[in-house]
Each structure stands twice: as structure tokens, then as C-alpha cells.
């Protein structure tokens, strides 16, 4: 019997030890965000990196437009890791046949990864339509939360 909860116990911490692992790696993989922009200020004592002019940022199949970017970025002994992005004037988010636009747009890596638009935010999806106060955007579940909205459905009529 011992040696049974021994086993289970070992086995548990090894299944535990291995997933953490792995979560670790699939966090390393992950995509790195690749911005372009006719300028590049980098000021190290603010920790910020300011893109201006026809700015793209791009990571994976998702694609954010805007005129001005600042990216706000950690110490390099906590790893130098994005904290936030401001995007700022004509901010456009292009995923497929899905588009987000807005005056600004706030990218926050954590606690869940999304783009929060404001500035009267507009969400297209083929025809339709959705306006709102605010559009947030998460990344990695593919979805939106629209505060405020209001919806404009373009249906296709029968025969067409």
C-alpha cells in the first residue's frame, strides 16, 4: 500500500513537472509581434519605443494598423517583456474578413491577451456591422465584448 501512494504521488508530481514544462516552451514559441514604421524612437530611462508613420504590427494572422505606436516595455532583468502597446490615429485590426477601426487601441499582453478599441470603435464582418462605446478583443479566444452596441445586420434576400 506504501508503495502504491508512493507511485501515485511521484506520479502526480511528474505529470505536474512535465505540464509546466511544456507550458513554458509553448509560452516561448509563441509568435513574436513584428511592427514597421518609417520612424523609431527608443528611449531606455521611460522604457518606451515610439513607431510613427504608416505603423503595422503584425503576429500571426492578426494585423494592427495605426499612425503612431508606443510600446511600453519592461526592465531587461525582468525579461524586457511587452506591457502595453498604445496604437493612436486611424488604428485598423485585420483578422480574415474581419476588421476593427478606431481613433486608439490599447494591446494588453496580460492577464488575458486582447486590444481594447475606443474612439468610436466600428467592427465589420463581411456586411454587418457593430458600433460601439468600446470593442475589447481577445486574442486567443477569438471573440469581442462590445459595450454600448448597437448592430447593423446586412442578410442576404432569397434568390440572391
Not at 508512493?6 to 514559441?29: D, Q, R
Not at 511600453?72 to 511587452?82: A, L, R
Not at 475606443?118 to 463581411?126: L, M, S, V
Amino acid at each position: 500500500m506504501y508503495i502504491l501512494r508512493s507511485s501515485i504521488i511521484f506520479l502526480t508530481f511528474f505529470l505536474l513537472l512535465i505540464n509546466s514544462v511544456f507550458a513554458e516552451e509553448k509560452k516561448e514559441m509563441a509568435e513574436p509581434i513584428v511592427i514597421t514604421s518609417k520612424t523609431l524612437i527608443n528611449d531606455s530611462k521611460t522604457k518606451t519605443a515610439t513607431f510613427e508613420g504608416n505603423v503595422v504590427a503584425k503576429r500571426g494572422e492578426v494585423t494592427l494598423y495605426a499612425n503612431k505606436m508606443i510600446v511600453y516595455y519592461e526592465d531587461e532583468q525582468k525579461g524586457g517583456n511587452i506591457k502595453m502597446i498604445e496604437a493612436i490615429g486611424d488604428v485598423r485590426l485585420v483578422k480574415a474578413d474581419r476588421v476593427i477601426t478606431s481613433h486608439k487601441a490599447t494591446y494588453l499582453p496580460e492577464p488575458e491577451e486582447r486590444v481594447i478599441f475606443t474612439g468610436e470603435p466600428r467592427a465589420t464582418e463581411g456586411k454587418n456591422l457593430v458600433t460601439g462605446e468600446k470593442i475589447t478583443y481577445f486574442v486567443k479566444d477569438d471573440r469581442s465584448l462590445v459595450e454600448k452596441s448597437k448592430v447593423y445586420l446586412k442578410e442576404k434576400k432569397a434568390g440572391k
